[in-house]
């Protein structure tokens, strides 16, 4: 059996290095095979757009009388943008319940449960074209959007728990490596070579069982968190034996040896809810932190550039510019792989800059060329340019990183908290963009990058300042980063006993 060793990292501090197992290679899989399924309901919907209004058409008209006509158009906008809209909802809703979910079934099982609406989501909106039911496909999008928020959760959640501490980012990183190939595999199938013909398009819908069903049949295979096991369930044989499958060592009494750590400090917690994260002085800096790089995921513009991208292409004369999307997509797959690999080599933080500042650069780069795009034609190659530079910069750091930082940040007490507080800030900032961009785009015209610059400036220098690097740190080691940048903590850790006085004296939330 392979056996791990002790190597220092930056500072002389030991961590244990174990072997890639073929328990943890299949568990990381099956966990990112949600994420796969997240990217592709987000990318399923977007390419097939005309033909599925034609179908909502048709399923009015089906309804009436052949004198009553067809749909209103302003009724069929109304309907699909309930129908793109209602996904960020759902994931809305869900992603305030993965702190409970996660506590209550557990990481792995509260991912086969979460299948359950997979598979009801995807058979509403593969059966809503022959049930002529518009209302399905909005009613499906809704239930795989709650899918979506309880997998954001719970995936960066199960596999940074489950990860060796020296590869728990490059591990980390694979949600949204997954997510993007997701949404690359969505764009492919929605051509029209493909599923994305009138008679076909359902089967794309279809398509979002067949990760829902493999994940069931695998899942049973994985083990459970050992995080999850020995601190909440305090079931220590079976955290030494999840330990052994994973990292493959007979004597796991180092790896243990964090989380003993962990669960005595909580022994003293109680525990922490979504408001006592806020009112806590300890836990308040770093939600923060996680809260505003959610914002700079979502605030980043990426979900504009996609919005133009297409228009963008076409104005540079590229004769089918849905291949040149396309194309962006793949930059944005494979750039998510560049991250993989640099993540423990540059850090999170490091990474993180460095992405905002490329893509405020591209920011900048866009709105020059669009602005001057009608009268120096030539000019267009600027803008493609700046549309592959800012897709990458994304996927280097703002991309992949708030999604596996908050585990980080927290320790088990208050992470499932954490992670619904992140993950609800995620989607409900994608549902504001989503649905106010088009207003601030036609408000802004080709100058709307250049506020995007501004606000991407605005999180360079709040990362810069405020975000800690976590790089192979512990817990423990993450916390007095934390109380380094702000030694008033020290002092109020010192007065309160407990951690329970720091939140309010344990009144009830």
Known sequence: MPSGGFQPIDGGQMVVRTAVTKTLVLSIFTAILSSFQFGYNIGVINAPQKIIEQSYNESYISRKTPESG?????????????SVAIFSIGGMVSSLCVGVVSQWLGRKRAMIVNNFFAFVGGTMMGLCQVSHSYEMMILGRFIIGAYSGLASGLVPMYVGEISPTHLRGALGTLHQLSL???ILVAQVLGLDLFLGTMSRWPVLFWVTLIPAALQSVLLPFCPESPRFLYIVCEQEGLAKTSLRRLYGLQDVSDALSEMKEEKRQMDTQQKVSILQIFRSRTYRQPI???IMLQLSQQLSGINAIFYYSTDIFFKAGVDQPIYATIGAGI????????SLFLVERAGRRTLHLVGLAGMIMCALLMTVAMVLQETIPAISALSMAAVFGFVAFFEVGPGPIPW??????FSQGPRPA???????TNWTSNFIIGMGFPYVADLCGPYVFLLFALVLLGFFIFTYFRV?????????????????RNPSLLDHEVKASTELDSLGGGDDV
């Open 70 to 82: 067809s749909i209103d158009v302003g009724l069929l906008r109304t309907l699909w943008s309930l």
């Open 180 to 182: 993007v190939i997701g």
């Open 288 to 290: 923060i932190v996680a």
């Open 331 to 338: 930059v944005n797959t494979a750039f998510t792989v560049v």
């Open 404 to 409: 596996f930082i908050v585990a980080e940040l």
């Open 418 to 424: 954490a992670m619904a507080i992140a993950g609800c």
């Open 468 to 484: 800690p690097e976590t790089r192979g740190r512990s817990f423990d080691e993450i916390a007095n980063a934390f109380r380094r």
